[in-house]
């Protein structure tokens, strides 16, 4: 199991910026991409901003330009850094980390997830 442990939210004005943290212990050895995901009251969560270890980096269309997703491979951390915020993007925010188990007879893969962090942008 990978535990994951976001830090960095709380209520910012719009305009403003935000950055957000999350760190991953446990069995980190299997994670292959980390990535933010975020669910707005009364809407469906969608992923915003995703980083693979290779580097591979991919973002909804609505943070695009505005978010910037990095990570500390060896200290297994990503962060999101959150700027030019507007009321449009208060939600829960949430890590998570993909992970793939290859054993004798098949593959396992997982996304593990973070117990999320309130992001309130309002004046």
């Known amino acids: 199991q990978v535990q994951l442990v976001e830090t960095g939210g709380g209520k910012v004005q719009p305009g403003g910026s935000l950055r957000l943290s999350c760190a991953a212990s446990?069995?980190?050895?299997?994670?292959?991409?980390m990535a933010w995901y975020r669910q707005a009251p009364g809407k469906q969560r969608e992923l915003i901003a995703r980083k693979t270890n290779s580097g591979i980096t991919s973002y909804a269309d609505s943070v695009k330009g505005r978010f910037t997703i990095s990570r500390d491979n060896a200290k297994n951390t990503v962060s999101l850094q959150m700027d030019n915020l507007n009321p449009a993007d208060t939600a829960v925010y949430y890590c998570?980390?993909?992970?793939?188990?290859?054993?004798?007879?098949?593959?396992?893969?997982?996304?593990?997830w973070g117990q999320g962090t309130q992001v309130p942008v309002s004046a």
């Open positions: 446990g069995s980190i050895g299997g994670i292959y991409a």
């Open positions: 998570t980390a993909a992970t793939v188990r290859v054993l004798a007879t098949r593959v396992d893969r997982d996304l593990h």
